[in-house]
């Protein structure tokens, strides 16, 4: 049987390659001094998604959760502010990270103050993130009319695939093993849907370029 520690450390080392998928969409940005072609859903999205179960961890006491959230909120509030930086659309890119953050703010102070009880607070947040996490995974399912009707597979990325189907299989084992079925349940779809992705690579490989970045976590 896998240890705690050893599924612990898996759940590191592949969240973390996952997040720094969104290194390839960075490079891009300096290189070409531009977000042409470079999707800020995604970044914002997991920063969320990084944050919420950041609190959860803090809540849990479970420092697997608040290590990988902590780097992961790092890596995409810098994805965030190079798209601020490079891109034309500034505003319209502020709004949504003000919203965002208004957001955020109103579920934190929530839980903070009409939510005492500290196990009703956290099986409320679980729920929240599972949901929220849950969504994300799905979000690439988009695309699949697309890629069927192009037979190309140039909106997905391979490394993204492979580096989600670890990173869902480690959180699950290390759900089970926690006993915690709001880290569990979360993580089922992204095994799911990365095999979906690999049926579609192997049924309609291409040899183009794939750099499509949407990422997701514990």
Known sequence: MLTLEFVSWCCIVFTIWMFSTGLADLRRMVSGNSTDNIQFLPFLSTAINNLG???????????????????????QMCYILAYLYFSTEKVQVAAKVTFAGAILTTVYLYFSILISDPVNR?????????????SMYLSPLADLAKIIRTRSTKCLSFSLT?????????????????????????????????????????????????????????
């Open 53 to 75: 179960w950041l609190y959860y961890g803090q809540l849990k006491s479970d420092w697997t959760l608040m290590t990988v959230n902590s780097i992961g909120a790092t890596l």
């Open 122 to 134: 956290l099986n409320q947040l679980g729920l929240i993130c599972s949901a929220f996490t849950i």
């Open 162 to 218: 492979v580096a989600t189907i670890l990173t869902s299989t480690s959180w699950t084992l290390y759900g089970l093993q926690m006993s915690d079925y709001y880290i569990v349940v979360p993580n089922v779809p992204g095994i799911l849907t990365s095999l979906v992705r690999f049926y579609l690579f192997w049924s309609f490989s291409s040899g183009q370029e794939k750099y499509a970045y949407r990422p997701v976590q514990a």
